[in-house]
């Protein structure tokens, strides 16, 4: 089984960039990293997907590593609204896992 | 439609009594997925279905609960003989398919399930 390993919590301030790394072993050779962000009483929300090096798109950038055991989630420049939990998620076969997810607290 | 939809929101039931959540996945997503989330916990992977057929489900916790999808659309989730330990966050979730980049779930909101 693919399993994930992330901080439980972090806190940050506004404006500030916020780095989250997820550790990861045994994911599959073809299979993607993606991260999601989930407020309370929402369901899960994609935000950004990645197989090597780096990915940027309008929210967030993510770095992994050429052996892929690992990524980094990094959101520049936080507002009060990322405040949330993130969840770094494998593929292990069919059967897509969550890890453990990082509670995120921005204080203005 | 354009997100996937869960029903009910909300379900109250009592202890030993039989449960049954619907999802309506976005059109044209073949890959269809239940989780089960906690409070405080990460969404716990029950069962996996591409097309009508479930191709893991492997994550049910036991024979009690039951997942059908007789279309490849909509599917419902069924718990029988609820217990206490059913109450959860029930989230559904679509993808176009497996494959390269076909890991982006999109989810609903859920179906709260609180079991007295």
């Known amino acids: 089984l693919a399993k994930t390993t992330q901080p439980i919590s972090m806190d940050s301030y506004e404006g500030q960039e916020v780095n989250i790394t997820c550790s990861h072993n045994?994911?599959?050779?073809?299979?993607?990293i993606t991260w999601y962000q989930q407020f309370p009483s929402q369901g899960p929300r994609f935000i950004i997907q990645?197989?090597?090096t780096k990915v940027t798109n309008e929210v967030a950038s993510l770095f992994i590593p050429a052996d892929r055991k690992s990524s980094t989630l990094s959101l520049p420049r936080v507002s009060l609204s990322d405040t949330a939990v993130y969840y770094c998620?494998?593929?292990?076969?069919?059967?897509?896992?969550f890890g453990t997810g990082t509670r995120l607290q921005v204080f203005p | 439609g354009a997100g996937v939809s869960q029903t009910p929101s909300n379900k109250v039931t009592e202890k030993g009594k039989y449960v049954e959540l619907r999802c309506d996945p976005i059109?044209?997503?073949?890959?269809l997925y239940w989780y089960r989330q906690s409070l405080g916990q990460g969404p716990e992977f029950l069962i996996y279905?591409?097309?009508?057929?479930?191709?893991?489900d492997s994550g049910l916790p036991n024979d009690r609960f039951f997942a059908v999808r007789p279309e490849g659309s909509v599917s419902t989730l069924k718990i029988q003989r609820t217990e206490r330990g059913d109450s959860a966050v029930y989230l559904c979730?679509?993808?176009?398919?497996?494959?390269?980049?076909?890991?982006?779930?999109?989810f609903g909101a859920g179906s709260r399930l609180t079991v007295l």
């Open positions: 979730a679509s993808s176009i398919g497996r494959g390269s980049g076909a890991n982006v779930l999109t």
């Open positions: 045994n994911i599959a050779t073809n299979d993607y």
């Open positions: 990645g197989y090597k």
């Open positions: 998620l494998v593929a292990d076969t069919d059967k897509l896992i």
């Open positions: 059109s044209g997503h073949t890959a």
């Open positions: 279905f591409q097309g009508t057929g479930a191709a893991d």
